[in-house]
């Protein structure tokens, strides 16, 4: 492997892999979406998922209280399904792939991950070329890139939505005035700053002309959220990525 973007976030999904007991080169690549997100479910809207943490280059303080290193996507079913989903984005076919399959499975909204984030800017770039295929399908996601985001922000077709999430260690470029997603402690907290409310439904988020999104925190991390959103010190290798990322043109 070499030191692109791809070769360093893999590189940290087979440690991840290794980690937990699993062998990364074992799973095999899987494109298939998921309708198995309850919440997602109930407002038909399917998802594409991807590894949390070790996908995620850009995570801050929320990789302490992420949803999806605990319950049942974290159990190795779970896991594994996302490390699949991962190795196929890595695919040089992943964009006709992943296009043939949301038309059959008849996608009207899809979320691009409930776990893990835009790794890559040519993974990005692969999606928004799935949207611009589709363009009676909404994309939309959460994504703490904001570097890409910015930088890649007028080849991305308008029925992909991406909001700009707090809680990881490029908040300070984030654009408010964007659409944007804010994790609260309390209900009551999230409706006094005019957000609107996604913890039990993402169809304010998936909507478009929605920018103001907010969360109430949950899950059995509840008691690691201190409403704080700093970045920890990073590693070396997402050092890297951050420099790369800086020079997307």
């Known amino acids: ?37 309850g919440k997602l479910k109930a407002d038909g809207i399917a998802s594409f998922n991807i590894p949390p943490v070790s996908t995620c280059p850009a995570r801050g303080a929320c990789q302490k209280f992420c949803y999806a290193t605990q319950g049942q996507q974290w159990m190795a079913s779970g896991y594994k399904r996302r490390v699949a989903g991962f190795k196929a984005t890595l695919d040089t076919d992943f964009v006709t792939v992943m296009t043939a399959e949301l038309i ?3 996608v009207k909204t899809l979320r691009i991950h409930d776990s893990g984030d835009f790794y890559s800017p040519e993974y990005l770039l692969k999606w928004a070329e799935i949207a611009r ?16 985001l ?3 922000a007028s080849q991305l077709p308008e029925n992909l939505k991406l909001i700009q999430s707090l809680g990881g260690k490029l908040d300070h ?16 907290e999230l409706q006094s700053a005019g957000y609107a409310d996604a913890s039990e439904s993402d169809k304010p988020a998936a909507t478009r002309g929605v920018n103001l999104i907010g969360l109430v925190i949950h899950g059995n991390k509840k008691k690691q959220f201190n409403g704080t959103q700093g970045a920890p010190n990073e590693s070396r290798n997402l050092q890297s990525i951050s420099r ?5 043109g």
């Open 1 to 37: 492997m070499g030191d692109t973007v791809s070769d360093i976030v893999e590189q940290a999904v087979r440690k991840q892999c290794t980690e937990r007991g699993f062998d990364f080169d074992a799973i095999p690549a899987n494109h298939r979406i998921s309708w198995g997100n």
């Open 104 to 106: 059959s499975e008849r």
């Open 133 to 148: 295929r589709l363009p009676n399908v909404q994309f939309y996601a959460y994504t703490k890139q904001v570097i890409l």
């Open 150 to 152: 910015k930088r890649l």
């Open 173 to 188: 470029l984030i654009d408010r005035s964007l659409p944007h997603a804010r994790i609260f402690a309390t209900l009551d």
């Open 244 to 248: 790369t990322l800086s020079n997307v």
